[in-house]
């Protein structure tokens, strides 16, 4: 792999498009978007919701009825008709809604200069004739033509498969190699680019062409469905038994038909895939408001699982904003004063102006550190502003550094202008730069980890003085500071390639760079314990280093630091020394490609994973986590295509509300599905035992219908939006492979549902035993035991969050008795009216299903879901 350093100024693609320009070839040429998805028209999703099975038999019902010509029946199926089909196409609607909303908010960005300015925006909005700016980690956003190139190194495996990224140069033998491609991925270097196609004309555009990418469901929403089957055939199975029972007693097919039918529409779950997709669609918007943006809907249910949190160390556990403080030469230490980018601190030995030799020495360091430097410092806009940086935080304490010493880059760089350049990764742990002087020589400068740097194959020093830097560093890194060592040297001419200049160099000292752990790492990583969670740090850092922020934060207990085996190195990794990676709390000088072997040991021993990266080679291992997490504003865009959670705000704390609000929507679901349920079974019960009381036909079609629209349709998707508990975060997750109807959740159905029979029926036979109307009692006690168990399900009852509940609960309540004391509501259902003392008794039955449910999840380890 040569390392081309050739920079070609192109002073015609200095100003970029201006802003009319870029308008108007928007309009003209379309988006920078493969085909737009297909809008899906309001007739194909309510054609959607018609074809469901249970609406079929509906209809089939409505044809039934209007046959034998019971109007009642049949007016009241088709409103559960209108009323089912209409909610299923809102949900549907607000749930893509959500999903489009986030798609947005980490669509793809682009750089591009525009009227000589350089600007991000949309990947979307980029127009044939930009030119684009690309470094490390950017994915191309459209086919272009390579204007200028510094060290550029492409992965282009999406478009062709081929794994070795290929180098990519202004001249090269073949065309080819002055060409890139959209969606092909900058894994190193730098380049200017002119858009040649962009859309469905570029090469990405061909390829996705032939695709037709899918919306796909989630785990759960598959294993609901799935359930739901079951669910369906048990529930059709017992109506018919309903059905040829009434038959046995003498009742007409008609009438039996139609109740079967009606029994089987109220007692099956119908709307749970509703609410299950919108339960998830409404959590990722919670999440995204709370700065944690989900790219996937199924992230929403798999971050209520997540057992193990790895994270990265700079800008994630750490401010990530560097300070040099100490700078070590052989000649003597000098600690360095100031705060943040400011320009502005001094240098004392002991307390005291260094000598002028220290000085010297340490402003060689600082020098060569500016040279071999590829951020800038921003001034601030306003007073109250603070100094900023732009690029590489370590590489900006370092300009920092030497702006406090009077040495600014740009000065440094007119005197020596780089003629090439070995840029760093975080294999090589190193950069080299060169440069040019005014005598001819070729100067080298050289900075990089001190294990990456203080080898004699670099240096040309006595073994004493390797030994002695060694020590330093491993001093300086016990202490938390990043430490870099910088070397330099000179040749009299340009090293072809690069890389040769690597040899024979003058170590110039060591510069020890702090980055304190943020303010909120503590109480991220304890929340993170107590919700279950472990955290486990991985990072390119040293090991010391790694060692001493971990127990800053809280990863390793200060007891535990210096215990064997929980920080590990990349090196004992790769050499097979460390039998079981779960063990391990710190991975140190790791390589991305580890972060696949890390996150692939715990998911072997079944834990649910996040994992958070930013850096280029991060990709395979954020896809490969269950939760890939990445940092919205810090982040490479490929680590944030790769991701299924962009963090808004980098801010670790959002993980940790994340996962508070996906074992929310977890915990709404199986609520939802306790209720649902224990509701239908119940109807079902009522049905197949009423006759062997003597209620030959403990409930008319009608009114089940009724029930069922009151009870699903009103309260049911209510409760979707449920708060979290209190105590959500201080119990450990749920266990990924538990069914969704596990730990104890169908015991609770079954003990529920028989609760809320014997009592309806009580009830009803009760009235029936003063001769009262007991069907009317049976209808509005089970419509009053259902919203009893809907507000006894609540974590706290009265709560003022989610009011939609209480309200939906009491206009449920308000159509159960309209359906007694409105004229034509009660000839339709064929209720009676109630006497004062039958309504009490409907009530009663309420209170003592709600008494019940509070009592049956006071019982539940894991609250009221
Ligand atoms: P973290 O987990 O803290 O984000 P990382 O994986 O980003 O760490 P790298 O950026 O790969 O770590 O850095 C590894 C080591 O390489 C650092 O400890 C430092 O010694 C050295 N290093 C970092 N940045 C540079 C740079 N710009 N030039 C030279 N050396 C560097």
Same mark, same amino acid.
């Given at each position: 792999?040569?390392?081309?350093?050739?920079?070609?100024?192109?002073?015609?693609?200095?100003?970029?498009?201006?802003?009319?320009?870029?308008?108007?070839?928007?309009?003209?040429?379309?988006?920078?978007?493969?085909? #737009?998805?297909?809008?899906?028209?309001?007739?194909?999703?309510?054609?959607?919701?018609?074809?469901? #099975?249970?609406?079929?038999?509906?209809?089939?019902?409505?044809?039934?009825?209007?046959?034998? %010509?019971?109007?009642?029946?049949?007016?009241?199926?088709?409103?559960?008709?209108?009323?089912?089909?209409?909610?299923? =196409?809102?949900?549907?609607?607000?749930?893509? /809604?959500?999903?489009?909303?986030? *798609?947005?908010?980490?669509?793809?960005?682009?750089?591009?200069?525009?009227?000589?300015?350089?600007?991000?925006?949309?990947?979307?909005?980029?127009? #044939?004739?930009?030119?684009?700016?690309?470094?490390?980690?950017?994915?191309?956003?459209?086919?272009?033509?390579?204007?200028?190139?510094?060290?550029?190194?492409?992965?282009?495996?999406?478009?062709?498969?081929?794994?070795?990224?290929?180098?990519?140069?202004?001249?090269?033998?073949?065309?080819?190699?002055?060409?890139?491609?959209?969606?092909?991925?900058?894994?190193?270097?730098?380049?200017?680019?002119?858009?040649?196609?962009?859309?469905?004309?570029?090469?990405?555009?061909?390829?996705?062409?032939?695709?037709?990418?899918?919306?796909?469901?989630?785990?759960?929403?598959?294993?609901?469905?799935?359930?739901?089957?079951?669910?369906?055939?048990?529930?059709?199975? +017992?109506?018919?038994?309903?059905?040829?029972?009434?038959?046995?007693?003498?009742?007409?097919?008609?009438?039996?038909?139609?109740?079967?039918?009606?029994?089987?529409?109220?007692?099956?779950?119908?709307?749970?895939?509703?609410?299950?997709?919108?339960?998830?669609?409404?959590?990722?918007?919670?999440?995204?408001?709370?700065?944690?943006?989900?790219?996937?809907?199924?992230?929403?249910?798999?971050?209520?699982?997540?057992? =193990?949190?790895?994270?990265?160390?700079?800008?994630?556990?750490?401010?990530?904003?560097?300070?040099?403080?100490?700078?070590?030469?052989?000649?003597?230490?000098?600690?360095?004063?100031?705060?943040?980018?400011?320009?502005?601190?001094?240098?004392?030995?002991?307390?005291?102006?260094?000598?002028?030799?220290?000085?010297?020495?340490?402003?060689?360091?600082?020098?060569?550190?500016?040279?071999?430097?590829?951020?800038?410092?921003?001034? #601030?806009?306003?007073? %109250?502003?603070?100094?900023?940086?732009?690029?590489?935080?370590?590489?900006?304490?370092?300009?920092?550094?030497?702006?406090?010493?009077?040495? %600014?880059?740009?000065?440094?760089?007119?005197?020596?202008?780089?003629?090439?350049?070995?840029?760093?990764?975080?294999?090589?742990?190193?950069?080299?730069?060169?440069?040019?002087?005014?005598?001819?020589?070729?100067?080298?400068?050289?900075?990089?980890?001190?294990?990456?740097?203080?080898?004699?194959?670099?240096?040309?020093?006595?073994?004493?003085?390797?030994?002695?830097?060694?020590?330093?560093?491993?001093?300086?890194?016990?202490?938390?500071?990043?430490?870099?060592?910088?070397?330099?040297? *000179?040749?009299?001419?340009?090293?072809?390639?690069?890389?040769?200049?690597?040899?024979?160099?003058?170590?110039?000292?060591?510069?020890?760079?702090?980055?304190?752990?943020?303010?909120?790492?503590?109480?991220?990583?304890?929340?993170?314990?107590?919700?279950?969670?472990?955290?486990? @740090?991985?990072?390119?850092?040293?090991?010391?280093?790694?060692?001493?922020?971990?127990?800053?934060?809280?990863?390793?207990?200060?007891?535990?630091?210096?215990?064997?085996?929980?920080?590990?190195?990349?090196?004992?990794?790769?050499?097979?020394?460390?039998?079981?990676?779960?063990?391990?709390?710190?991975?140190?000088?790791?390589?991305?490609?580890?972060?696949?072997?890390?996150?692939?040991?715990?998911?072997?021993?079944?834990?649910?994973?996040?994992?958070?990266?930013?850096?280029?080679?991060?990709?395979?291992? @954020?896809?490969?986590?269950?939760?890939?997490?990445?940092?919205?504003?810090?982040?490479?865009?490929?680590?944030?295509?790769?991701?299924?959670?962009?963090?808004?705000?980098?801010?670790?704390?959002?993980?940790?509300?994340?996962?508070?609000?996906?074992?929310?929507?977890?915990? /709404?679901?199986?609520?939802?599905?306790?209720?649902?349920?224990?509701?239908?079974?119940?109807?079902?019960?009522?049905?197949?035992?009423?006759?062997?009381?003597?209620?030959?036909?403990?409930?008319?079609?009608?009114?089940? +219908?009724?029930?069922?629209?009151?009870?699903?349709?009103?309260?049911?998707?209510?409760?979707?939006?449920?708060?979290?508990?209190?105590?959500?975060?201080?119990?450990?997750?749920?266990?990924?492979?538990?069914?969704?109807?596990?730990?104890?959740?169908?015991?609770?159905?079954?003990?529920?549902?028989?609760?809320?029979?014997?009592?309806?029926?009580?009830?009803?036979?009760?009235?029936?035993?003063?001769?009262?109307?007991?069907?009317?009692?049976?209808?509005?006690?089970?419509?009053?035991?259902?919203?009893?168990? %809907?507000?006894? +399900?609540?974590?706290?009852?009265?709560?003022?969050?989610? +009011?939609?509940?209480?309200?939906?609960?009491?206009?449920?309540?308000?159509?159960?008795?309209?359906?007694?004391?409105?004229?034509?509501?009660?000839?339709?259902?064929?209720?009676?009216?109630?006497?004062?003392?039958?309504?009490?008794?409907?009530?009663?039955?309420?209170?003592?299903?709600?008494?019940?449910?509070?009592?049956?999840?006071?019982?539940?380890?894991?609250?009221?879901?």
């Amino acid at each position: 792999m040569s390392v081309s350093s050739d920079v070609h100024p192109d002073p015609t693609h200095e100003a970029g498009l201006s802003r009319e320009q870029a308008a108007r070839l928007l309009a003209e040429c379309g988006p920078n978007t493969l085909a #737009p998805p297909a809008v899906i028209s309001l007739w194909s999703r309510v054609s959607a919701q018609l074809r469901d #099975p249970l609406i079929i038999v509906l209809l089939a019902a409505v044809a039934l009825t209007v046959a034998t %010509a019971d109007y009642a029946d049949a007016i009241i199926i088709s409103v559960v008709v209108l009323f089912n089909t209409t909610v299923g =196409v809102v949900q549907e609607v607000r749930a893509d /809604n959500a999903v489009a909303a986030l *798609s947005a908010m980490t669509a793809p960005t682009a750089r591009v200069r525009r009227d000589g300015t350089e600007q991000e925006v949309a990947s979307a909005d980029v127009v #044939p004739g930009d030119v684009l700016m690309l470094g490390e980690g950017d994915i191309v956003p459209a086919d272009a033509t390579l204007r200028q190139a510094a060290a550029l190194l492409v992965d282009e495996s999406t478009l062709t498969g081929e794994s070795v990224p290929a180098d990519k140069d202004v001249h090269g033998t073949d065309p080819d190699t002055a060409r890139l491609r959209a969606g092909t991925v900058v894994v190193r270097g730098r380049a200017v680019a002119t858009v040649t196609a962009t859309g469905a004309h570029s090469a990405l555009g061909v390829i996705a062409a032939s695709l037709h990418p899918r919306q796909q469901l989630t785990p759960l929403q598959k294993r609901l469905a799935g359930l739901g089957k079951v669910l369906a055939l048990v529930t059709v199975g +017992l109506c018919l038994l309903v059905l040829g029972l009434g038959l046995l007693r003498g009742q007409s097919l008609e009438l039996m038909a139609v109740t079967a039918i009606s029994l089987v529409v109220a007692a099956v779950p119908e709307s749970l895939p509703a609410v299950v997709t919108l339960g998830l669609a409404l959590g990722a918007r919670r999440m995204a408001a709370r700065n944690a943006v989900v790219r996937r809907l199924s992230a929403v249910e798999t971050l209520g699982s997540v057992t =193990v949190l790895a994270t990265d160390k700079t800008g994630t556990l750490t401010e990530g904003r560097m300070l040099l403080e100490r700078v070590w030469t052989p000649l003597g230490t000098v600690t360095v004063s100031g705060t943040g980018y400011e320009p502005v601190g001094e240098f004392l030995h002991a307390g005291l102006p260094p000598t002028p030799a220290l000085a010297d020495a340490v402003r060689e360091v600082l020098v060569t550190g500016a040279l071999c430097n590829d951020a800038s410092l921003v001034p #601030p806009a306003e007073a %109250a502003t603070p100094w900023a940086a732009l690029g590489d935080p370590t590489e900006a304490a370092l300009l920092t550094g030497a702006a406090k010493a009077g040495c %600014a880059r740009e000065g440094l760089l007119r005197d020596r202008p780089r003629v090439g350049e070995v840029p760093f990764d975080s294999l090589r742990k190193r950069m080299t730069t060169l440069h040019s002087t005014a005598g001819g020589a070729i100067d080298i400068c050289l900075k990089g980890a001190p294990e990456a740097v203080l080898e004699p194959s670099l240096l040309d020093e006595e073994p004493e003085v390797l030994k002695r830097a060694r020590e330093e560093a491993a001093a300086l890194s016990a202490e938390g500071y990043r430490v870099l060592a910088v070397a330099a040297g *000179s040749h009299t001419a340009l090293p072809d390639p690069a890389e040769k200049s690597e040899s024979g160099l003058r170590l110039l000292g060591l510069a020890a760079i702090s980055d304190p752990p943020k303010a909120a790492a503590e109480a991220t990583v304890l929340a993170c314990r107590s919700a279950g969670i472990t955290s486990v @740090l991985i990072t390119g850092d040293h090991p010391a280093t790694a060692r001493a922020i971990a127990v800053r934060v809280g990863i390793l207990r200060r007891d535990e630091a210096e215990q064997p085996g929980l920080v590990v190195t990349g090196q004992e990794l790769a050499a097979g020394q460390i039998p079981d990676l779960t063990a391990v709390r710190v991975f140190a000088r790791t390589s991305p490609q580890q972060k696949l072997d890390i996150v692939g040991a715990w998911q072997a021993r079944g834990e649910v994973t996040a994992m958070t990266g930013d850096g280029v080679n991060d990709g395979p291992a @954020l896809r490969q986590a269950d939760i890939g997490v990445a940092m919205g504003r810090r982040g490479t865009e490929v680590a944030r295509q790769a991701a299924d959670l962009v963090l808004a705000d980098d801010e670790l704390t959002s993980v940790v509300a994340a996962v508070e609000e996906g074992r929310r929507v977890y915990a /709404n679901i199986r609520r939802f599905l306790l209720y649902a349920l224990a509701g239908g079974a119940a109807e079902i019960l009522i049905m197949l035992l009423g006759p062997l009381f003597g209620l030959v036909l403990p409930l008319r079609a009608g009114q089940i +219908l009724w029930i069922n629209l009151l009870t699903h349709g009103l309260t049911g998707v209510a409760m979707g939006a449920e708060p979290s508990s209190p105590d959500a975060m201080h119990r450990p997750p749920r266990r990924p492979r538990q069914h969704v109807l596990g730990g104890g959740l169908w015991q609770r159905v079954l003990r529920l549902s028989i609760l809320v029979t014997a009592v309806c029926l009580g009830a009803s036979l009760w009235v029936r035993h003063t001769g009262g109307p007991w069907q009317t009692v049976l209808f509005l006690s089970l419509l009053a035991a259902q919203l009893g168990v %809907a507000l006894g +399900l609540r974590e706290r009852v009265l709560t003022r969050r989610n +009011l939609s509940l209480p309200v939906a609960v009491l206009t449920a309540a308000a159509l159960g008795v309209a359906a007694v004391y409105v004229p034509f509501l009660a000839h339709l259902l064929g209720t009676s009216a109630l006497s004062w003392p039958d309504i009490g008794i409907a009530a009663a039955a309420g209170l003592i299903a709600f008494i019940a449910a509070r009592t049956e999840c006071s019982r539940s380890p894991e609250g009221r879901g």
